[in-house]
């Protein structure tokens, strides 16, 4: 599975995007996970109202599954426009 | 109809230049009214040395056509256009442009503020300011996402 | 903050080239937010040879600032435009045009709305189209005139 | 005083404006004086739910006074933008 991270997600984790193994069923556990291996990635994930996810680019859940789910993509509320 | 002119683009553009592409296209689609937005870099506390605008180019042009589509089926529209800009721009420089067509001057309106309202909190741009203070990521603003709900 | 541009002439114009002299001085001014909407003759029954527009020279100007410093009261705009033709057009070109810039989005949208609202039903302006079955006066929606009370 | 006529009020009156004496003290008073003078009068003015009024350049009403005014104008309702 295909994980990015974009704006100041990305900033802290201190990478674009990286190959993950996992076997999350939901965007939540998949969130656990990466938080759990080191402290840059607990730090990017511990706020996680201030965090928005999309599944194959698509805006979703937390609680959403992860069954097909080929690039899940976190970042923070958009400020385009 | 025409579908929707979607571009996502680093290049700088001439919203005037567009305006002018834009209107005959809505003449000739029976349009009577265009409305057009366009945003700029604007240098709110002062010392603002450059906007820097990140994306998400997979999803970017997916979710403007989307908000596009969405837009075309609640109004009677002519063409519609959206063109937004990433990557590093200064302060007074546009950012990004709306412009819609219709028969009807309220459904123009109505249908370029909710392509902005949507893109606003709904298309995956993110900005940083760079200041003499240093850089920092643009806080979406409460209100930005509480604009959606006027069109339910 | 600059007064309003105000333009009432026979001579076509172009909304681009308008739009293109306009976005600098909204940047100037602070704006981030540029809206502007224009009218173009649209050939409604089909058959429209063309359009001629009657006005009131003394009073049309003094109806449009009237209107503008209105807007400027009521929303914190920078600059502001309204260019409206009379005489003789063909479809498909721009009668008349306006533009606002703000700091705020939802403020440029309001105002330039609230400019069409009331340009639609108190500025001196009489629409006469031509078709192959003769002349006939535009008559006035009663939507127009209603429109207005949006903004009590 | 000088009268002016715009659209069809023009069209049907014949003329693009004309001075008036009149001893009229509001709109409706004049009103009443030039549709007694001809037809032509009379058809521009038979439905003045149809007709606005400017005194000195200024929308108004009916029965406003016409003290010290210098110039009105009879219109339709307005079709501009």
Not at chain 1, 7 to 36: C, F, H, M, S, Y
Not at chain 2, 77 to 88: C, E, M, N, Q
Not at chain 2, 140 to 147: C, F
């Amino acid at each position: 599975m295909q994980i990015l991270y974009f704006a100041w997600i990305r900033e802290r984790i201190g990478l674009p995007k990286e190959q993950v193994r996992t076997d999350a069923t939901t965007v939540n556990e998949l969130v656990a996970e990466l938080a759990a291996r080191e402290e840059r990635y607990a730090l990017a994930f511990s706020d996680l109202k201030a965090i928005r996810v999309a599944l194959d680019q698509e805006l979703s859940d937390f609680d959403a599954p992860l069954d097909g789910v080929r690039e899940v993509a976190f970042f923070p509320p958009m400020t385009g426009g | 109809m025409a579908s929707p002119d979607i571009r996502v683009q680093e290049a700088a553009f001439d919203p005037g230049a567009e305006l002018s592409a834009f209107t005959p296209l809505a003449a000739q689609a029976g349009a009577g009214a265009v409305v057009s937005f366009t945003g700029l870099v604007r240098d709110l506390a002062g010392g603002l040395s450059r906007m820097e605008i990140e994306h998400y180019p997979g999803m970017t042009e997916k979710a403007l056509r989307k908000i596009a589509e969405e837009a075309t089926t609640r109004w009677e529209l002519g063409p519609v256009l959206i063109l937004h800009r990433y990557g590093a721009m200064a302060p007074e420089e546009p950012i990004m442009m709306v412009a819609t067509a219709s028969p009807r001057r309220r459904a123009a309106f109505e249908a370029a503020d909710f392509l902005m309202d949507f893109l606003k909190s709904r298309a995956p741009f993110w900005k940083k300011e760079s200041t003499d203070a240093g850089e920092s990521w643009v806080e979406a603003k409460p209100e930005d996402e509480d604009a959606l709900s006027r069109w339910r």
